[in-house]
């Protein structure tokens, strides 16, 4: 699809064309006026036509208006020929370009409205007048018959060459089929032509002259067919107003559904909504206007990875290479997903995009293998933006890459992963598309549901620090007081440990001491059931739970046991299932990670966290840390 810039270029071409045919026609029309003027009846029906042409009614969605005053405008043609009826429904368009439609006053749009409807108008009046083989000003002295087919072929090049080259505009403006626009908008208006012509038959037929008793027939058929035109299209649009305000509700209900479940996930918290945001602010750049489209786009974004939970939690959350086993089960989330949304009846194509957002540009993705520009576009959107949010987001087993790491993997995986001309344009608009997400990300509907989650996790905090299972705030103090007060390093961990598996759910609790040397942690103390099987074990800083936790400072809570012990968490009976994870910092400096594990799923709670937490900071304030800095990995194995 082309760009908006070429888009742009091509409209503004196209204007020129249609106001330049127009100008030359107008141009002609005035000059046969000027030398034979067609008198003051004329001047009457000019008049007419400007005022019934301030009555319009406006094309749903579009900015195009209509009026009822066809009738007098044909009449017009009629009886003074194609020039009198060119300048007069020139008139009737400027009167509308610049009263009622004030808003859209550009020198541009008002030259194609005045020249597209002038062009139509002289086209039509024209093959009338060769049609029925007679001269302008003498059709009321020919019987209604002879010119019926005549009128009908002038009011269907009228409607169409008028309503066409709008079509064509619309559509060049906005990137879409002219057919369709046209489809879409304009087959209702033909009413208003082919009643005009009828009403300007019975006028040129049946009345002489144009006086105050003919009017005022006429004059009430045009405010009946004026009320009930609008009447229609009003119906029509409350009907459209209606069929949007329930889809974005019914969108509304499952982006509030699908943020839920994000915004409790520690980890990748924000993930869908960038996701989101990026693909369709990236389908713009590319071009895309069509609103369904673009919706489509943003639902799938929003539910392409809802077949996962169909795919076992081990699978999802281990931290190494899948089995080829466990890669086929992790496959079928694309199709599961397209198979539990096609029984929602969405009104665009969602299911395509969701069934297809793994397919590779060479065919060597799935489910079906399809390749190039087969695969539909929502789905090479989504790869591209998934992707890249995936490898710049922090991760329990690895640190964010930055943008141009990122970006560098996008271009290897260029013409072979994804779609080359997608790839190029998410690189070269991200600044723009980035700045739309922190837009979005700092409206309150998101921010709010956030901090719900988080006031929620904080109720469920205080109810559980309340409750038998929780810790009196003597017993917690009376650890702490004990590990602060610690004369070695040995004493103050092995009582942290003590106090972390005695006061949590935790069956084992292990301190990993940074090595700046090396960059990474190694587990010199462990405590709890079966805690020798940690001693010594290394992790890389930013790899693994724990090494994200000192990589970013920062906790981590609820993550997957395999996440940070791979198969050795399994070695442990029974195996264990969960991790807290917390810095241990002081003035500044990481001093090492202490990390708590149960053998239960989802074992511990806001108040647990907070608990760890000051258990961490005591040991940063211990008494021994006053006299002693951070080992290395050789003071650490000489101490062991």
């Known amino acids: 699809m082309p760009s908006a810039s070429v888009r742009s270029r091509r409209t503004n071409s196209f204007v020129v064309l249609v106001a330049s045919c127009g100008g030359l026609i107008l141009t002609r029309a005035l000059y046969e006026v000027l030398k034979a003027p067609p008198g003051v009846e004329w001047l009457t029906l000019a ?369 072979t992963f994804y779609d080359p001309v997608v790839v190029d344009t998410f690189i070269a608009k991200y600044d723009q598309i980035a700045a739309k997400v922190a837009q979005e990300d700092s409206e309150p509907h998101y921010e709010l549901l956030g901090d719900f989650i988080d006031s929620a996790s904080d109720t469920a905090s205080l109810v559980t620090t309340s409750s038998p299972s929780s810790p009196p705030l003597e017993l917690l103090e009376a650890h702490l007081q004990k590990v602060a007060t610690a004369e070695a390093m040995p004493q103050a961990l092995a009582l942290a440990t003590r106090c972390v598996t005695h006061l949590t759910p935790a069956n084992v609790c292990a301190f990993f001491l940074f090595d700046p040397d090396q960059a990474r942690l190694i587990c010199t103390h462990s405590g709890g059931r079966q805690g020798e099987l940690l001693l010594g074990l290394e992790i890389e800083i930013g790899e693994r739970v724990s090494g994200w936790t000192a990589a970013n400072e920062a906790t981590s809570l609820n993550s997957h046991a395999a996440l940070d012990l791979g198969s050795l968490a399994q070695a442990f009976a029974p195996a264990l299932q969960s991790t807290l994870s917390v810095p241990v910092i002081k003035g500044g400096h990481l001093i090492g990670v202490l990390t708590g594990y149960s053998d239960k799923g989802q074992a511990f709670s806001q108040a647990q966290r907070e608990l760890l937490e000051k258990v961490a900071a005591t040991l940063a304030g211990a008494s021994y840390c006053q006299r002693q800095a951070p080992l290395s990995s050789t003071q650490a194995a000489a101490k062991a």
């Not at 030259?111 to 108008?121: D, G, L, R, V």
């Not at 029509?236 to 969108?251: F, P």
């Not at 081990?314 to 397209?338: C, V, W």
Request: aromatic residues 10%.
């Open 47 to 415: 008049l007419l036509t400007l005022i019934s042409g301030s009555f319009t009614v406006k094309v749903p969605s579009l900015s195009a208006r209509f009026s009822v005053s066809e009738a007098f405008v044909i009449t017009s043609g009629l009886l003074f020929g194609p020039a009198a009826g060119t300048l007069t429904v020139t008139l009737d368009a400027l009167m509308m370009s610049f009263w009622v439609g004030s808003v859209s006053r550009s020198a541009r749009r008002v030259a194609f409205n005045a020249a597209a409807p002038a062009i139509a108008y002289w086209l039509g009046s024209s093959l009338f007048f060769a049609l029925a083989g007679v001269a302008p000003g003498q059709v009321q002295h020919h019987s209604l018959s002879t010119f019926v087919i005549p009128l009908f072929a002038f009011a269907a090049t009228y409607f169409c060459i008028n309503t066409g080259l709008i079509a064509l505009a619309v559509a060049s403006e906005k990137g879409l089929s002219p057919l369709s626009v046209w489809q879409k908008h304009f087959p209702a208006f033909a009413i208003n032509y082919f009643g005009g012509s009828s009403v300007a038959a019975l006028l040129v037929a049946f009345a002489p002259r144009i006086d105050l008793s003919v009017l005022s027939i006429v004059i009430p058929l045009l405010f009946v067919s004026y009320a009930t035109f609008r009447s229609s299209i009003g119906r029509l649009e409350d009907a459209t107003r209606h069929v949007s305000q329930m889809n974005e509700m019914y969108l509304a209900t499952i982006e509030a559904l699908a943020l839920a479940v994000d915004a409790k996930d520690q980890i990748t918290h924000g993930h869908i909504r960038r996701v989101q945001i990026c693909t369709v602010e990236l389908a713009k750049q590319l071009g895309v206007t069509d609103e369904g489209q673009l919706q489509a786009i943003e639902a799938a974004a929003l539910l392409h990875d809802m077949g996962k939970l169909a795919v076992p939690e081990y699978i999802l959350n281990k931290p190494g290479r899948l089995s080829p086993a466990e890669f086929d089960k992790m496959k079928t989330h694309a199709q599961i997903g397209a198979d539990l949304l096609s029984s929602v009846k969405f009104p665009y194509p969602v299911v395509p995009i969701v069934r297809h957002h793994h397919e590779n540009w060479d065919g060597s993705g799935y489910p079906a293998g399809l390749s190039g520009v087969d695969i539909p576009l929502g789905a090479r959107l989504l790869s591209v933006v998934d992707c890249f949010d995936a490898l710049t987001s922090d991760r329990p087993y690895r640190p964010r890459l930055a943008n141009e790491a990122a970006f560098g993997i996008l271009r290897e995986r260029r013409g």
